[in-house]
Nanobody, 111 residues
Framework: QVQLVESGGGLVQPGGSLRLSCAAS????????MSWHRQAPGKERELVAR???NYADSVKGRFTISRDNANNTVYLQMNNLAPDDTAVYYC?????????WGRGTLVTVSS
């Protein structure tokens, strides 16, 4: 059973940093590309970053995605956060012909 559990969200001031984590289980983690997405209030869910692939233009140079295959975890390091980054952040894997999502972690950027 595939499970994705995000953590690390919270309230941060503009210009601050957070590191999100996504703990994965139920599949051979190292073999599958992982990605982070976000959904802001009133907006559609959007791709933020994908391992060894692309970043959304709005986060390039500020966010970094990485993975730890030994611990089945994918990270999203977020620097220089802005109010527009406020959203629920989700990790995702496409496995066995299906999309799997975590429940998300809320990031609020506000002074």
């Amino acid at each position: 059973q595939v499970q994705l559990v995000e953590s690390g969200g919270g309230l941060v001031q503009p210009g601050g940093s957070l590191r999100l984590s996504c703990a994965a289980s139920g599949f051979t983690f190292s073999l599958y590309p992982m990605s982070w997405h976000r959904q802001a209030p009133g907006k559609e869910r959007e791709l933020v970053a994908r391992i060894m692939s692309n970043y959304a233009d709005s986060v390039k140079g500020r966010f970094t995605i990485s993975r730890d295959n030994a611990n089945n975890t994918v990270y999203l390091q977020m620097n220089n956060l802005a109010p527009d980054d406020t959203a629920v952040y989700y990790c995702r894997v496409f496995y066995g012909g299906m999309d799997y999502w975590g429940r998300g972690t809320l990031v609020t950027v506000s002074s």
